[in-house]
């Protein structure tokens, strides 16, 4: 975006949590470095866990205020019901450009005529649509009444999104995966950016060792206990990363072959992806950032061929696609898989098409051309169309 015009609107950002620095809050802080004055909102913010953000102007909601605080912070989940609430009362009067940074509720936020709200969507809310049937099972006590509450409040969750979906002005999809998503969830077209990858900092990482990799949050969704299943199996030796509530399980269930590091600092995570032999991925991926910063260290990737992973993933290539989501298929591909047949180079130089500064590039083009066709649509008195 032009600087003389950047600095003529007044812009602010908003985001459905600050917690953690997980793909969210990473697109978070490059459009706040885009666009420095902008104030951000949100439902709860833990400082602690994002120095990153030190300096910015961070607006919360009543979930970050006595009496809910300290409850909200730490189990942000169970408050779900509120969020629309939260982000329905703040005001944007008088701001020219909003763009959200949303998963969750943040879309629902309220702007007015002149204001244009642009959402940068990493996933219609899963609980919600795509993923509702398996969080239910997975998170619902087996109590009957307690089911029931919970089921109407997913559904009422539900209705409201799919409204809030139509506050948007216009959609920005994580991938094309999420795009097609956002078509058949919320009916509406969207344009596909992919989010920004800090590829740059694996350079010079490349140092093969006899190991398998694989991490992140250790939650059911992941599908570790594929993985943990195959390398039992083949007794390969296999490196997780991450900490979440699965690890207990998980590591109970594991053979000697199997290391769980826990948490990794982030100036050791270059070396640990430079030296595997290929980041094992059996999940459905949004995008898959960690997927791209496998690749940007010489790394190939073994994942599921659906979602995310099946757009990043070359067969061949950058990697190998799993045709089904089981242990057993995750076996086939190990035992099959030939380190001679990636280059490193192939691997960087496709990764780096998803660097920061594209993602930069892109989003501010997005922006200027999005703000004109907007301008143009209130002077003529007609619905704004992202794509006209």
Request: glycine letters at 6%; one cysteine or more; a neutral charge.
């Amino acid at each position: 975006m032009h600087s003389s015009r950047k600095d003529e609107l007044k812009v602010a950002l908003v985001t459905d949590w600050m917690t953690s620095f997980g793909g969210e809050n990473r697109v978070l802080l490059e459009l706040s470095n885009l666009f420095p004055k902008a104030p951000i909102y949100t439902t709860v913010y833990r400082p602690e866990e994002l120095p990153m953000f030190k300096g910015r102007e961070v607006i919360t909601s009543f979930l970050d205020k006595p009496p809910f605080s300290w409850f909200a912070r730490k189990k942000f989940q169970l408050f779900l019901p509120f969020m629309p609430l939260a982000f329905e009362s703040f005001d944007f009067s008088g701001y020219d450009l909003v763009i959200s940074s949303n998963h969750s509720c943040s879309k629902g936020i309220i702007t007015n005529t002149d204001t244009l709200h642009i959402a940068y969507c990493h996933s219609p809310m899963r609980y919600a649509w795509e993923n509702s049937h398996r969080y239910l099972k997975e998170n619902t006590p087996h109590l009957p009444f307690v089911k029931g509450a919970v089921d109407r409040m997913i559904h009422n969750i539900r209705i409201w999104d799919r409204l809030a979906s139509d506050r948007v002005d216009a959609f920005i999809g994580n991938s094309s995966y999420i795009a097609g998503q956002i078509a058949k969830f919320y009916r509406r077209p969207s344009t596909v950016i992919y989010p920004p990858v800090d590829t740059k900092r694996f350079a010079g990482t490349f140092d093969k060792q006899n190991y398998f990799l694989a991490g992140g949050r250790l939650v059911p969704n992941k599908r570790f206990d594929i993985i943990v299943d195959a390398f039992n199996a083949t007794g390969l030796p296999l490196k997780i990363f991450g900490k979440g509530p699965e690890r207990e399980r998980l590591m109970a269930k594991a053979k000697s072959n199997i290391e769980f590091l826990g948490f990794i600092p982030e100036e050791e995570v270059p070396t640990l992806f430079g030296g595997a032999r290929a980041f094992i991925v059996p999940q459905i991926e949004d995008f898959g950032i960690v997927t791209v910063e496998a690749m940007a260290a010489g790394t190939p990737v073994i994942g599921l061929g659906k979602g995310g992973t099946a757009e990043l993933v070359i067969p061949g290539k950058t990697g190998v696609l799993m045709e089904e989501q089981t242990a057993e298929c995750l076996t086939e591909k190990l035992l099959a898989f030939e380190d001679s047949l990636f280059s490193p180079t192939v691997l960087q130089d496709h990764a780096a098409q998803f660097d920061t500064q594209r993602f930069i590039t892109q989003l501010s083009q997005y922006v200027d051309d999005t703000l004109l066709r907007w301008k143009q649509s209130r002077g003529r008195g007609i619905v704004f169309d992202q794509h006209s």
